[in-house]
T-cell receptor, first 117, second 109 residues
């Protein structure tokens, strides 16, 4: 079964305590991406990766880091979390190649709800 | 101006009604377009891709107007289970993805 797995699903932590949210996919997709979702703002892209060791900033990268050492994993790192990073986070993946009619759609993980106190 | 704009709604419609959502985008270089639905802060799920020629999937019809830079979603014969938030999604050139803020739909018995 095709899966995008995020861990943890829920986390309450304190300001400044480094944390990592993991994302793993079993579809052999090249493209992976992280989003955050806040009320009234929709999903906003944090970082994306086109393949191993290739990453780029989305619209809201400040305060986040990512790495792509393996094709299946794309962890999101908050080195020094702050309360304004309290949000619902989604990881997504899709094939990089474009079909005849355009990009393939993205598949999303179940989400990670982070609360930074 | 937001890169992708949607009417936030909510749209309140009775079962069996036809409802239409529009979405406008500002980047004329945008290449791929999608409609997703999202239930109660769960993960977004693909409803349908949107093609230049327009496409239909059962009760759902999507259309793209590149000249006017908008996409639309038509839902016919609304069901209670269609109640959700509908997200307009645009892939711009360079691998970025922009989401609209979503349109809330409530279908009432």
């Amino acid at each position: 079964e095709a899966q995008v797995t995020q861990n943890p699903r829920y986390l309450i932590t304190v300001t400044g305590k480094k944390l990592t949210v993991t994302c793993s996919q079993n579809m052999n997709h090249e493209y992976m991406s992280w989003y955050r979702q806040d009320p009234g703002l929709g999903l906003r892209q944090i970082y994306y990766s086109m393949n191993v060791e290739v990453t780029d900033k989305g619209d809201v990268p400040e305060g986040y880091k990512v790495s792509r050492k393996e094709k299946r994993n794309f962890p999101l790192i908050l080195e020094s979390p702050s309360p304004n990073q309290t949000s619902l986070y989604f990881c997504a993946t899709r094939p990089l190649h474009t079909g005849i009619r355009g990009d393939q759609p993205q598949h999303f993980g179940d989400g990670t709800r982070l609360s930074i106190l | 101006r937001k890169e992708v704009e949607q009417d936030p709604g909510p749209f309140n419609v009775p079962e069996g009604a036809t409802v239409a959502f529009n979405c406008t985008y500002s980047n004329s270089a945008s290449q791929s377009f999608f409609w997703y639905r999202q239930d109660c802060r769960k993960e977004p799920k693909l409803l349908m891709s949107v093609y230049s020629s327009g496409n239909e999937d059962g009760r759902f019809t999507a259309q793209l107007n590149r000249a006017s830079q908008y996409i639309s979603l038509l839902i016919r014969d609304s069901k209670l289970s269609d109640s959700a938030t509908y997200l307009c999604v645009v892939n711009t050139g360079g691998f970025k993805t922009i989401f609209g803020a979503g349109t809330r739909l409530f279908v009432k018995a």
